[in-house]
């Protein structure tokens, strides 16, 4: 049974930092890429940022550029999203996820989800 956790959510104020982690089991962590995904209220899910499977590649969308970092540890099977000048725009829940292959910002094509942790950045 596969499974993706997160944990690092909270609140904070606007201008700072979160680290949020992402542990992953029953998968063959290396043969996935992985993927920080995004849902405000009333709003569709997003894409934040990808790494492919050996950390060669990463992906963000360009209001995250310079604020967030994306990394992962195969070994120990967990992603990170490192998460600094938070703005209250950030505010979502955010998921991690898997899919097997190249990048993608389809987030119909990432088969693994988690269930996702509450990021809120007050003004």
């Known amino acids: 049974q596969v499974q993706l956790v997160e944990s690092g959510g909270g609140l904070v104020q606007a201008g700072g930092s979160l680290r949020l982690s992402c542990a992953a089991s029953g998968l063959i962590f290396g043969n996935y890429v992985l993927g920080w995904f995004r849902q405000a209220p009333g709003k569709e899910r997003e894409i934040v940022a990808a790494?492919?499977?050996?950390?060669?590649?990463?992906y963000f969308i360009d209001s995250m550029k310079g604020r967030f970092t994306i990394s992962r540890d195969n070994a120990k099977k967990t992603v990170d999203l490192q998460m600094n000048s938070l703005k209250p725009e950030d505010t979502a829940v955010y998921l991690c996820?898997?899919?097997?292959?190249?990048?993608?910002?389809?987030?119909?094509?990432?088969?693994?989800w988690g269930q996702g942790t509450q990021v809120t950045v007050s003004s």
């Open positions: 790494i492919n499977w050996n950390s060669a590649s990463t």
């Open positions: 996820a898997a899919r097997v292959g190249s990048y993608s910002d389809d987030k119909g094509s990432y088969r693994y």
